[in-house]
T-cell receptor, first 111, second 113 residues
Framework: SQTIHQWPATLVQPVGSPLSLECTVEGTSNPNLYWYRQAAGRGLQLLFYSVGIGQISSEVPQNLSASRPQDRQFILSSKKLLLSDSGFYLC??????????FGSGTRLTVV | GENVEQHPSTLSVQEGDSAVIKCTYSDSASNYFPWYKQELGKRPQLIIDIRSNVGEKKDQRIAVTLNKTAKHFSLHITETQPEDSAVYFC????????????FGDGTTLTVKP
């Protein structure tokens, strides 16, 4: 069966520090991968998606970036965090034309 | 791009009553409409979905209807139970290679015992 792992679960980082969140999927090949952010009490905002290794599409301009160095690995990064980067970050995977399976999420607080 | 609006933002019902959540979408090319349930502090989980070639789909106490002409779809929960309390999100996507979904802002459902 397919599983998705996301870490860390929680993170407190100072303003201006770097960020690296990692997501890996097991039990499937060539998945579509996504990074979403959920602000408190709000919906899910698509940040990045990838349909293959090295293929990254950005949905919103920001100081975040994403990379897909391996088929089942998706990384969200930032060189310098802003207060507005705080939120609940969710990685997800899907097969074409199907719903998402989300990771357990990372709660990021920028202080 | 696609825009999904979801109503109501909060919904409170008595245990055993029905709950209905409605969503509208803007892009007529959207053809896949999933619904997710997110319990407090947890990840969203897919509970039901519907494709544009189907008007209604049912899974036990949960059903989803789709009106392509009007570009709206709804989630129906019958015989609600306290464990149905959660935030529910609708989404819409075009079934292309990317499969990216646009989400509604969510409905907080509270089922009172």
């Amino acid at each position: 069966s397919q599983t998705i792992h996301q870490w860390p679960a929680t993170l407190v980082q100072p303003v201006g520090s770097p960020l690296s969140l990692e997501c890996t999927v097991e039990g499937t090949s060539n998945p579509n991968l996504y990074w979403y952010r959920q602000a408190a009490g709000r919906g899910l905002q698509l940040l990045f998606y990838s349909v293959g290794i090295g293929q990254i599409s950005s949905e919103v301009p920001q100081n975040l970036s994403a990379s897909r160095p391996q088929d089942r690995q998706f990384i969200l990064s930032s060189k310098k965090l802003l207060l507005s980067d705080s939120g609940f970050y969710l990685c997800a995977w899907s097969k074409r034309g199907h719903g998402y399976t989300f990771g357990s999420g990372t709660r990021l607080t920028v202080v | 791009g696609e825009n999904v609006e979801q109503h109501p933002s909060t919904l409170s019902v008595q245990e055993g009553d029905s709950a209905v959540i409605k969503c509208t979408y803007s892009d007529s090319a959207s053809n896949y409409f999933p619904w997710y349930k997110q319990e407090l502090g947890k990840r969203p989980q897919l509970i039901i979905d519907i494709r544009s070639n189907v008007g209604e789909k049912k899974d036990q106490r949960i059903a989803v209807t789709l009106n392509k002409t009007a570009k709206h779809f709804s989630l129906h929960i019958t015989e609600t139970q306290p464990e149905d309390s959660a935030v529910y999100f609708c989404a819409a996507s075009i079934g292309t290679n990317a499969g990216k979904s646009t989400f509604g802002d969510g409905t907080t459902l509270t089922v009172k015992p």
